[in-house]
């Protein structure tokens, strides 16, 4: 091996090497990012939330990855909330701190650029369904359990929930689920929009991993102004969103990739995307 190649490989590993994550890049470019503390349920505590914002910062970035799946490890849980035995220690303006932490780490998933999808198998509940929530799409298995249990613990939803639950499902699942605290099944979640698709537990990766492959199958440029255009929309009325709109469909007009998939079309060919 030469010694740029042992370089890349220390790259490599540096790269992702968190201590509370996996990360795993498949050949096809579909990055699974699994928050791995198995003992506590994968509850998120304020160094998995550091980790978490690196990590996706750095697969955004690397060109290799075309897709992200965030997952928890284990059959048990996705992730069963923020971490309630660290937060107990917490005064007021810590807890503020710790709110404005987990936002601005779901917001960075919010605003990938490539698609984010939650994989979600056994308990997403608290914080754990908050992250859920930040990312583009939801699939469940049909172990999954669902909820906002926060208002149990005097608490409310501190990582958006109140928020993206409310855009999501609308205000009036967003008050049953907050103000019950309840845990819903994934047949009930998908009855309501708050996750798209459910499956068995055994067919789960296949799904998540067949739907990212489709997505990141279209025109690169083409799915990150869709996801863009989307998510500033929710946080404007209806004529700036069209505005918006109308100003990322004219950019597409100057990208190599629309005039790609639309002579592939005309030459009934299947396009090959460049990404810009
Ligand atoms: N935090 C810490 N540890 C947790 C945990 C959590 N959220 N959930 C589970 N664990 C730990 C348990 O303590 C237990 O640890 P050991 O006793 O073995 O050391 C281990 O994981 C296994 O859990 P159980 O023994 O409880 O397992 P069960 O099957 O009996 O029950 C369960 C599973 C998911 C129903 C139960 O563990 C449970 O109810 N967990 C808590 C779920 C919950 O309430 N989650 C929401 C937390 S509130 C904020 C920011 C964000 C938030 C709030 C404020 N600010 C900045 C202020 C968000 C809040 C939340 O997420």
């Known amino acids: 091996m030469s010694s740029a190649e042992e370089v890349d490989d220390l790259v490599e590993e540096v790269e992702y090497a968190w201590p509370?994550?996996?990360?795993?890049?498949?050949?096809?470019?579909?990055?699974?990012?699994?928050?791995n503390r198995p003992d506590a349920l994968n509850a998120l505590n304020a160094e998995v939330v550091g980790?978490?914002?690196?990590?996706?910062?750095?697969?955004?970035?690397?060109?290799?990855?075309?897709?992200?799946?965030?997952?928890?490890?284990?059959?048990?849980?996705?992730?069963?909330?923020?971490?309630?035995?660290?937060?107990?220690?917490?005064?007021?303006?810590?807890?503020?701190?710790?709110?404005?932490?987990?936002?601005?780490?779901?917001?960075?998933?919010?605003?990938?650029?490539?698609?984010?999808?939650?994989?979600?198998?056994?308990?997403?509940?608290?914080?754990?369904?908050?992250?859920?929530?930040?990312?583009?799409?939801?699939?469940?298995?049909?172990?999954?359990?669902?909820?906002?249990?926060?208002?149990?613990?005097?608490?409310i939803p501190g990582f958006g929930g109140t928020q993206r639950l409310l855009r999501i499902a609308g205000p009036s699942v967003a008050r049953e689920w907050i103000l019950t605290g309840d845990q819903f099944p994934a047949s009930e979640a998908l009855r309501v929009g708050v996750v798209n698709r459910v499956?068995?537990?055994?067919?789960?990766?296949?799904?998540?991993?067949?739907?990212?492959?489709?997505?990141?199958?279209?025109?690169?440029?083409?799915?990150?102004?869709?996801?863009?255009?989307?998510?500033?929309?929710?946080?404007?009325?209806?004529?700036?969103g069209e505005s918006l709109e109308a100003d990322s469909f004219g950019m597409m007009f100057s990208t190599r990739d629309m005039k790609e998939g639309v002579q592939a079309f005309l030459e009934k060919r299947k396009p090959e995307f460049e990404g810009h």
Not at 80 to 85: K, L, S, T, V
């Open 199 to 240: 499956v068995e537990p055994e067919a789960l990766w296949d799904e998540v991993r067949g739907l990212a492959l489709k997505v990141a199958s279209r025109g690169p440029v083409a799915v990150q102004a869709a996801l863009e255009t989307i998510r500033r929309g929710l946080e404007v009325g209806q004529s700036e």
């Open 51 to 155: 980790q978490l914002r690196a990590a996706i910062e750095e697969l955004a970035l690397d060109d290799a990855v075309r897709a992200i799946v965030v997952t928890g490890s284990g059959e048990k849980a996705f992730v069963a909330g923020a971490d309630i035995a660290e937060m107990s220690e917490y005064d007021a303006l810590e807890a503020r701190s710790f709110s404005h932490f987990g936002q601005d780490m779901l917001s960075a998933i919010e605003a990938c650029p490539k698609l984010v999808v939650a994989m979600i198998q056994g308990y997403a509940l608290g914080g754990g369904l908050e992250l859920a929530l930040a990312c583009h799409l939801r699939v469940a298995s049909t172990s999954a359990q669902l909820g906002l249990p926060e208002v149990g613990l005097g608490l």
């Open 20 to 35: 509370d994550l996996q990360v795993d890049v498949d050949e096809d470019g579909i990055a699974k990012l699994v928050v």
